[in-house]
């Protein structure tokens, strides 16, 4: 019988914890485990330069709490692209894999989540798309060596904005390091999306998924990608789930949410973690048992 992990973001909790007291939190509140952010934001792009200390007390705290990793989420390559028009933020770009994959490989964290820009506050352009590709084969080969899967997120841009384009570029590059990490999210999102087919095709390059809500891009609208509440989107969550139950999806789900500005963020993820909850049961998706 499968049995799925299911994560939550580390973005959704409180951020005056100590670790120890997050890891505690997670199983409080029903989760197997934390998704570690490295995102663009200069206090945790610190985290890539972690001293030899600081790393033994975060792992320390992981084993004191029985606790895991499966997915650091590298959200700081929109802030310094793959694809960058400038050298010195390629450079920088490809600096920050590296020590994404040290510091991975050190915590005992096998998955890195990739975001699928080019680039993000720049001018997209063949270019961009040709520097991306020369440098995402750079960042699968320094994962080869430690080991540790690199997996493309599907975005809410449309450079890779379905699981068609993730695998396309899986194909340039032809390693089994990389793979694909679909948002559910993203991918509904989109206009003439053809989830179920590409899902179905795909499944074997699959190693997690993001559980999140969006709201449609249409010929008015934009669309919305993020800080939407469960249930007030366009997601057919009920569906996309009983899908991954039939083809035995074994990876794991991560429930992608962020604090809002107001309101008690231990009881958002509370309502989160039930909504879920209530639809893994209805399609019969079992639950990895929350550790002692």
Known sequence: MVVNAVGIYEKA???????????????????????FSVDESDERLLRLDWDKHQREEFRTALWKTNSRINTLMLSGHRRFPLGSADARTREISLDMMRKAIDLASDLGIRNIQLAGYDVYYEHKSLSSREYFVENLKKCV??????????????????????????????????????????????????????????????????????????????????????????????????????????????GSFTVEMWKMPSGDPIAQVRAAKAFFDAIFEKVGIEQEPIPA
Do not use: C
């Open 141 to 250: 080969q320094m994962a080869a060596k430690k080991m540790v899967m690199l997996s493309i997120e599907t975005m809410d841009d449309p450079f890779i904005n379905s699981m068609d384009k993730a695998v396309y570029f899986k194909s340039q590059i032809r390693s089994p390091w990389l793979q694909a990490y679909p948002d559910i999210g993203n991918l509904s999102a989109w206009e003439n999306a053809d989830m179920g087919r590409e899902i179905e095709s795909y499944i074997d390059n699959i190693v997690a998924v993001h559980l999140k809500e969006t709201k449609p891009v249409t010929a008015v609208s934009p669309g919305a990608f993020r800080d939407v509440p469960f249930g007030e989107g366009s997601v057919d969550f009920e569906a996309a789930l009983r899908m991954f139950k039939r083809l035995e999806y074994s």
């Open 13 to 35: 909790l409180p951020g005056d914890l100590s670790w120890e007291e997050r890891f505690d939190l997670v199983h409080e509140l029903g989760f197997n485990f934390l998704e």
